[in-house]
């Protein structure tokens, strides 16, 4: 080993260096160190790995189109995204536990999230919809990077508990800045916990490109760490199951945490919110809009046979169902009466809460008889 | 009963805890081998292991970010915060996420953690090492805050604090560290007095004089030299600042008429600003005087050396109940000055208000 380490190019930013499964064009090639991790994949399974990113897609763009209408106060598109987070999240076993990002929405569908609990939060009703531990899925984390912590911490309770479960943190090349993720990574290292992480580098912070967040691949900084990593085709879902197993498995036998970069591009806004034409160009978004991990397993597919009317007017049909799924659950949604926004403060009675749950509910109740005196 | 130091009473509270609940573990620097800075986690490695006494890497954030996630898979992490002044990298993950886990799942997620933190000034320490941040907190909903004064509220808050399927902060005041007092080992939890009750120290007529953690010994203190000039101080010890035990409190207030708190933290939007609020919209009938506050002054905490003219002590605490019993005080002739503590005597000297 030398005694200087050099970064040897500028390679944040090129995103052609990684480990890949499938070509833009669908191509199957082979990578000598994620085959292994794929021999079982047949066609039906790749089938259902497009099915499952059709329907992500299909959420996404309802929740934008729901927010258009006003129906949601806010939605953050995964577009793009759909490869990284359904060919990961297919890895896991369900007695794992993943702590997400907002931007999970193809992770916590493959985990089992309802129609309803893609949208409720965003709608303002709840932070939460789901018992995290009904799908062993942590609430989105909207602070960015404090997930991984929790990751783990959960995954130090793993070895106190000495089962083969294994913990994971989604969170994204802005996030890898935070003081918290890097504080992760060392305690995952020192005490070589059972904790995957996965960088989904999308290559923009809201507006700030991964260059200010990272000089040298994001990848590169986990060996620093003690902790092996891998960079790869974020939108080939193939590549990112292998990658996820190959994870997986080591932190499974003991071996502690590893790192995944995967690289892919955030196709629409940071949030509804956002307005990237201000920021970045379109040709950058033409280009990419070239590697979609979509089209590139239905080329495949196609390839080998397996992309029939059938199938996808199937795959579509379930697209349409879900979407109206998600549609009614946001339609559908009531509020809260107003003394539930006192609920689950604490665990326990906590005499000052309790207090103004008191006098909050006598005010409410004096509506109440204003409203029977008026004979309304 | 037995004789325990303070420090010893929070070692024995911790072993306590450990022994009845194998879910309860404890985590942060210098904890294992060494026993803690101050020595609170003597003993600890040897009994119960590296799996539950666990030295951490020198990150805070990174500590309370890994309590959460034991805590999200059913255990009671215990954290020590090496000094009070070192709690600020957390900060975040107590505001976000600690305190709001619960909240934000709707119950189904409970964060029963308990992050202790040495506490305080007085001790001649570093900078950084003698702050009073128990605001921050308090003003967290979601968190419970204790700060304790002797060593049997010590041992038996520390265990209920652990019990408590809430997170709690709990202060433990350096100064006091070395302070002995009865202590009660085989005590039943179920026989306690709750956490949240605060604890009338002494019994007294005509001022109430709330405060919590060290500065309990120096209002007693003062009671005691108050009572030589026909002062009669009910002092209270509040144990709790988050939620504070109001029953007593205002029961004290109505029958006395006149309140003082006193705390070492800054003045500004602290404890005390709260407590007289609260205490005013509850008793302002029963007030015979303006409420007082005795408090450390609005500045970073002073080099050691200056700390003596920081922290409120017994003087500063009598002039305040000279100040509600209407008698000559440190503002007499100054009336115009309001609150000398608070720094507006300059500015009325030069005009500006």
Redesign the interface.
């Known amino acids: 080993m030398t005694h200087t380490l050099t970064p040897t190019a500028e390679l944040a930013t090129d995103t052609e260096d990684v480990a890949r499964l499938l070509t833009p064009d669908g191509q199957r090639i082979s990578d000598p160190e994620l085959d292994r991790w794929v021999q079982d994949v047949d066609a039906a399974t790749l089938q259902s790995l497009y099915r499952d990113m059709v329907l992500v897609r299909r959420v996404d763009t309802e929740g934008v189109a729901l927010q258009r209408q006003g129906q949601l106060g806010l939605w953050a598109p995964c577009q793009g995204q759909e490869g990284v987070q359904v060919g990961t999240a297919r890895a896991f076993r369900s007695d794992d536990?993943v702590?997400p990002s907002y931007r999970e929405i193809g992770v916590n569908f493959v985990r089992g999230a309802k129609p309803a609990d893609f949208v409720l939060a965003w709608r303002g009703e709840?932070?939460?919809t789901y018992?995290?531990?009904d799908i062993n899925t942590?609430?989105p984390q909207i602070?960015i990077g404090?997930q991984?912590?929790?990751?783990?911490?959960?995954?130090?309770?793993?070895?106190?508990?000495g089962t083969d479960q294994v913990?994971a943190a989604y969170f994204g090349d802005g996030a890898s800045s935070q003081?918290?993720v890097n504080?992760?990574m060392?305690?995952a290292s020192?005490f070589r916990s059972p904790v995957v992480f996965v960088c989904t580098n999308n290559q923009w912070a809201i507006s700030e490109p991964v260059t200010v967040q990272a000089k040298f691949p994001i990848a590169g900084r986990a060996p620093g760490f003690g902790i092996p990593s891998m960079r790869v085709d974020g939108n080939d879902v193939l590549a990112c199951l292998a990658a996820m197993r190959w994870a997986l498995d080591n932190a499974r036998k003991g071996n502690g945490p590893a790192f995944i970069e995967a690289v892919t591009y955030r196709m629409g806004p940071h949030t509804t919110s956002d307005d990237p034409t201000r920021y970045r160009d379109k040709d950058e978004v033409e280009r990419w809009k070239g590697r979609d991990p979509l089209a590139r397993v239905e080329a495949l597919l196609r390839a080998e046979g397996s992309f029939s009317d059938e199938f996808a007017a199937q795959v579509a049909a379930d697209a349409d169902d879900l979407g109206a799924q998600v549609r009614a659950a946001a339609l559908g949604a009531t509020s809260r009466e107003p003394i539930g926004v006192l609920?689950?403060?604490?665990?326990?009675p906590?005499?000052?809460?309790d207090?103004q749950r008191a006098w909050f509910g006598a005010y409410l109740d004096g509506f109440a008889s204003t409203d029977e005196e008026a004979g309304r | 009963m037995t004789q325990l130091t303070m420090a010893k009473a929070i070692n024995e509270g911790l072993r306590r805890a450990m022994a009845d609940d194998p879910k309860v573990?404890v985590m942060g620097e210098d904890i294992g081998k060494l026993g803690g800075v101050f020595r609170i986690t003597d003993g600890l490695l040897d009994q119960f292991g590296a799996?539950?006494v666990?030295d951490?890497?020198l990150?805070e954030?990174?500590i309370?970010?890994?309590?959460?996630?034991?805590?999200?898979?059913?255990?009671r992490?215990v954290v020590e915060i090496q000094f009070d002044g070192f709690v600020y990298?957390a900060f975040?993950?107590i505001v976000?996420?600690v305190a709001k886990?619960?909240?934000?799942?709707?119950?189904?997620?409970?964060m029963?953690i308990t992050i202790r933190i040495p506490w305080a000034g007085g001790v001649g320490a570093a900078e950084h090492h003698s702050e009073s941040p128990e605001a921050y907190f308090v003003h967290t909903?979601?968190l419970?805050v204790v700060a304790v004064s002797n060593p049997q509220d010590a041992y038996i808050m520390l265990r209920q604090a652990i019990a408590?399927?809430?997170p709690v902060v709990y202060f433990e005041p350096k100064k006091l560290y070395h302070t002995k007092g009865d202590v009660d080992l085989d005590a039943d939890l179920a026989d306690a007095p709750p956490m949240?009750l605060a604890r009338v120290a002494r019994e007294g007529t005509d001022v109430t004089l709330l405060t919590y953690g060290s500065q309990v010994l120096t209002a007693m203190d003062a009671a005691t030299a108050a009572e030589d000039d026909g002062v009669s101080i009910e002092v209270i010890d509040l144990r709790s600042i988050?939620?504070?035990?109001?029953?007593t409190v205002t029961a004290s207030v109505r029958k006395t008429g006149r309140v003082v708190v006193t705390h070492e933290a800054a003045r500004e939007a602290g404890v005390g600003a709260e407590l007289i609020a609260s205490v005013t919209e509850r008793c302002f009938n029963y007030l015979e005087a303006p409420p007082q506050r005795v408090t450390g002054h609005d500045i970073p905490y002073p080099p050691a050396k200056l700390e003596k003219h920081h922290l409120p002590d017994l003087d500063r605490i009598l002039d305040a109940v000279d100040r509600v019993m209407d008698r000559p005080n440190s503002l007499t002739g100054h009336e115009e000055w309001g609150q000398p503590e608070a720094g507006r005597g300059a500015a009325v000297r030069e005009g500006l208000l």
């Open positions: 536990f702590f709840e932070h939460s018992n995290p531990y942590a609430t602070i404090a991984s912590l929790h990751a783990v911490g959960y995954a130090m309770g793993i070895q106190r508990d913990a003081g918290d504080e992760a060392v305690f020192s609920d689950h403060v604490y665990a326990e906590h005499s000052g809460l207090e | 573990l799996q539950r666990v951490t890497p990150a954030a990174g309370m970010g890994a309590a959460v996630g034991l805590a999200f898979r059913g255990y992490p990298p975040d993950q976000c996420q886990l619960h909240y934000r799942t709707r119950g189904n997620v409970t029963p909903s979601g419970r408590s399927n809430d949240g988050s939620p504070v035990d109001y029953r």
